[in-house]
């Protein structure tokens, strides 16, 4: 068994703004914009209503709620999907290991909490759906089987996507997330998300994880072990 870390969720890089953490350690999951023209996804930040019972777009400014969401990872059907490098790092993914997702977040409300890269969810892994292998009417299938998620609605690259499908008995966006990561300095004073040293020790990984490419593999059933007491597993 293995597990891997993807960062997913809002960021500064691509809209400008981060999903918020709130006093008491809840937060809200707040997906990306849609970035395709042509996607089929016609859903805005108005229409998706998050964790804490409000529509997403009463956290961000108008000229991002006003944009088309790229719903990716969803938690209802709990699916994942993409395309490129990190479609080959999906497939390395095999039934009963662990997708876990991490996000960057911003405190509000006074909250305490720092702005940092949070652990917000995980799958396990149910099975790997490899689009290459299905014809145009079985893909028509999977997008109706699973019309939460986003990503099967552009047409751009369907057929190299890769999609994981989550155990719904056995994945969860959770409740409050977890700190995984420190603010560092580069060389030039510019800052960075690092691996924080617990947890660092606990889960065997370290250095920066402001990106999720290429992902961070946990290995090792010790590691494994500290990753499910975290996750409540």
Partial sequence: MKAMLLRVGIDKSSDGVLAPIFRDG????????ESDEKSGEKRTYHDIRGIQGKTLS????????????????????????????????LLKLEPGDL??????????????????????????VREILDFKKYSPDEIQDIRKQYPENSHPL?????????????????????????????????????????????????????????RSIPPRFINGQDKITNLKVLLGL
Avoid: C, W
Wanted: net charge negative.
């Fill in 26 to 33: 809840s937060f809200e999951y707040i997906p990306l914009s």
């Fill in 58 to 89: 009463s956290y961000l400014p108008q000229i991002v709620a006003d944009r088309k969401v790229h719903l990716d990872p969803e938690f209802i059907t709990f699916t994942y999907g993409d395309v490129g490098r990190k479609a080959g790092y």
């Fill in 99 to 124: 997708l876990v997702f991490y996000a960057g977040l911003t405190p509000q409300q006074e909250s305490e909490h720092p702005e940092a890269l949070y652990i917000i969810a995980y799958f396990t």
């Fill in 154 to 210: 552009r047409d751009s690259g369907i057929n190299e996507m890769v999609m994981v499908v989550g155990d719904p008995e056995k994945s969860e966006l959770l409740e409050k997330p977890i700190l995984i990561s420190e603010k560092k300095l580069n060389r030039i004073g510019r800052a960075y998300h690092a691996v924080s040293p617990l947890m660092g020790e606990l889960l065997g990984i370290k250095g920066s994880i402001q």
